[in-house]
C-alpha cells in the first residue's frame, strides 16, 4: 500500500482495477495551502495517459506485476508469441505492446515478459543483446574522421549508426536503453 | 561516489556565492531602512497550528516551522521593526520548489499594513537586484521579468476569475481552491512583471487581520515572481480570543486528518493582548536565489539537500 507522499516518477500503481505507470511527477503546495501530488498516468494495458491529482493521505494499492523469463518465438502476422521454456506456456502480446522493442526483436532470444494479474502486457529486453549487420556499405579506408558514422541494417531490420569500420556479417553488442551501438563482438 | 557528490557540490560554487552576496544586500537593506535582526529559538514548544504545515517533532517538541510566534512576542514586548533570516522546517514538503529545511526571510512592521510590506517587497528586490547588476530584468523558466516597472497587484477573486473561471468567495472548497491556485493560476502569474495577488478568503488566512472594506476577505498577499511564489504577508490578527478561537478550528481540522501532534501557544496568545497593530511577511530565500541564479529546481541553490546527506 502507498500514500500520496510516496508517489514519484516510476511507480507503478493499480487504479480502478488496471495498471498505471506515473510517467510524469510534481509535488506542489501553494501557500498555507496543502500539499498536492500531480501525476501524469499511462496505462500499462493500453498505453492511455491522462493527469490526477491527488492530495495528501490517499492510499493506492501497488500494482500487481511479475516478470517471467520467455523466449520469442515468431510472428504470426498479428501477435507475438512467447514461451516459457520450462513450462512450455505460451502468450502472445500485440504490436502495440511491444512498441520499439520490435526493433532489436530476433528468434530465440530470451527476454522478461511483464504480467499484471497473470495477463501478459509487456516485455523488457536484456540491457545489452547481439545483433548481426546484414547490410552495410563497405569501410572506405582511410576515413579515420574521429566522430563519423554511417548507418548499417542489422538482422532485424534495423538501420544503426555505427563507426565506419563496422563490416557486413559482422556481430555488434547495443545497448538496447538507449538503442546504441556499444562494440564489435569478437566470434 | 564519493568523487561524484564533490564534483555536484563544486559545480554549485557559482550560485552559492550569489547566494551569500543575496545575503548580505538583504542584511544591509534592512539595516539601511530601521530594522534590526533578532534570532529566535529553531527547538519550540508549541508551533502555530495550521491545518497544512506538518511540524516535525525534535525530542519532544518541535523544529520551527517559521519564527512567526516568537517574532511576535518580541513586537509585543515593544521591539520596533525587526528582522530575521533562519531556518524553518516542515515535514514532507519536497518538490521543485520544496525543501524540507529551509531559509526563510522574515520581518515586522508596527503600525503598519499590509500595503506598507508590498512596498518593503519592491524596494528590496529592486536593491537586491542592483547590487548584483542584474536590474532591471530578471531570467527566469524562458521569462524575462521587469521589476522596474510598477508592479501589478490583482484581488484574489480576480485572479481566479481572470486564470480559473471562477470566484471563490469566503468559504470555497480548499481542494478546488488549492487544486485551481496550483494549476492554472500560479503558473501565470508574475510572467512579465512581478505580481501581488491579495485579499484571501478568510478561511484562508488564519492569522490575518479581516479587511474592514471587504469583509470576507483577510488582508493577506502573495508575491509570485516568474510563477514562483516568493513571499506571504498579512497584516497581522492582534485579537487573542479570534486567534485562539481560529487555533481551536486550525487543531480541529488537523484532528479530523488523524493528526493529533498539536499543542495550543498559550504563550504567544497570552503576549498578544500586548501586541501593537502590525504587519509581517516571510520570503523564501532558496527560492529567491533560484530567480536570480535562474534555476529550475531548488536543489540547485543549496549546497546539501536531505537526499546527498
Given at each position: 500500500m502507498y500514500e500520496s507522499g510516496d508517489l514519484k516518477k516510476g511507480l507503478k500503481i493499480e487504479i480502478d482495477g488496471e495498471p498505471y505507470a506515473i510517467i510524469q511527477f510534481q509535488f506542489v503546495k501553494p501557500g498555507k495551502g496543502q500539499a498536492l501530488y500531480k501525476c501524469k498516468l499511462k496505462?500499462?494495458?493500453?498505453?492511455t495517459q491522462f493527469d490526477r491529482t491527488y492530495r495528501s493521505g490517499e492510499k493506492f494499492n501497488e500494482a500487481n506485476l511479475e516478470e517471467r523469463q520467455m523466449e520469442y518465438l515468431y510472428y504470426d502476422g498479428e501477435n507475438y508469441c512467447f514461451m516459457?521454456?520450462?513450462?512450455y506456456d505460451q502468450e502472445s502480446l500485440t504490436k502495440d505492446q511491444v512498441g520499439d522493442i520490435i526493433n532489436f526483436l530476433k528468434e530465440n532470444i530470451v527476454l522478461d515478459i511483464l504480467f499484471f494479474k497473470d495477463q501478459a502486457i509487456g516485455l523488457t529486453l536484456p540491457n545489452f543483446i547481439e545483433l548481426r549487420v546484414t547490410e552495410a556499405e563497405p569501410w572506405a579506408k582511410g576515413?579515420?574522421?574521429?566522430g563519423s558514422t554511417k548507418g548499417v541494417t542489422l538482422e532485424t531490420g534495423y538501420v544503426i549508426q555505427v563507426p565506419p569500420f563496422v563490416q557486413k556479417d559482422e556481430l555488434l553488442r547495443i545497448d538496447t536503453r538507449t538503442c546504441e551501438y556499444v562494440e564489435r563482438v569478437k566470434e | 561516489m564519493t568523487s561524484t557528490r564533490l564534483t555536484s557540490l563544486s559545480g554549485k560554487r557559482r550560485v552559492l556565492i550569489l547566494r551569500s552576496l543575496i545575503i548580505r544586500s538583504i542584511r544591509t537593506f534592512f539595516f539601511d531602512h530601521g530594522f534590526f535582526e533578532v534570532e529566535t529559538p529553531l527547538r519550540i514548544k508549541a508551533p502555530a497550528p495550521e491545518q497544512n504545515i506538518d511540524p516535525v517533532s525534535s525530542d519532544g517538541w518541535f523544529l520551527a516551522a517559521s519564527p512567526e510566534l516568537q517574532m511576535k512576542e518580541l513586537l509585543s514586548a515593544g521591539f520596533g521593526p525587526v528582522f530575521q533570516i533562519t531556518r524553518s522546517f516542515r515535514k514532507n514538503e519536497r518538490g521543485r520548489l520544496h525543501l524540507p529545511e529551509f531559509t526563510i526571510l522574515e520581518w515586522y512592521r508596527v503600525n503598519d499594513d499590509y500595503l506598507s510590506l508590498m512596498r518593503d517587497l519592491e524596494q528590496l528586490i529592486r536593491y537586491i537586484a542592483k547590487d548584483l547588476l542584474i536590474y532591471p530584468n530578471i531570467k527566469s523558466h524562458g521569462n524575462k521579468v521587469d521589476i522596474s516597472c510598477e508592479w501589478e497587484r490583482i484581488a484574489v477573486e480576480d485572479a481566479f476569475y481572470r486564470f480559473a473561471g471562477w470566484r471563490p468567495g469566503p468559504y470555497p472548497d480548499a481542494f478546488c481552491f488549492d487544486k485551481a491556485m496550483a494549476e492554472d493560476i500560479e503558473p501565470n502569474l508574475g510572467l512579465s512583471r512581478p505580481v501581488f495577488i491579495y485579499d484571501y478568503p478568510?478561511?484562508?488566512?488564519?492569522l490575518a487581520r479581516q479587511n474592514p472594506d471587504n469583509p470576507?476577505?483577510?488582508?493577506r498577499f502573495e508575491l509570485y515572481i516568474a510563477g514562483i511564489e516568493l513571499a506571504n504577508g498579512f497584516s497581522e490578527l492582534i485579537d487573542p480570543k479570534e486567534q485562539r478561537r481560529r487555533f481551536k478550528d486550525e487543531i480541529k481540522k488537523r484532528q479530523e486528518m488523524g493528526k493529533n501532534d498539536c499543542l495550543m501557544p498559550e504563550n504567544f496568545l497570552e503576549s498578544m493582548s500586548s501586541m501593537p497593530p502590525s504587519a509581517g511577511v516571510a520570503l523564501g530565500i532558496d527560492r529567491l536565489v533560484m530567480l536570480f541564479s535562474n534555476s529550475?529546481?531548488?536543489?540547485?541553490?543549496?549546497?546539501?539537500?536531505p537526499e546527498i546527506l
Open positions: 496505462n500499462m494495458i493500453t498505453g516459457n521454456t520450462s513450462t576515413d579515420t574522421t574521429s | 478568510v478561511s484562508m488566512a488564519s470576507g476577505t483577510a488582508e529550475e529546481i531548488i536543489d540547485n541553490v543549496v549546497a546539501f539537500t
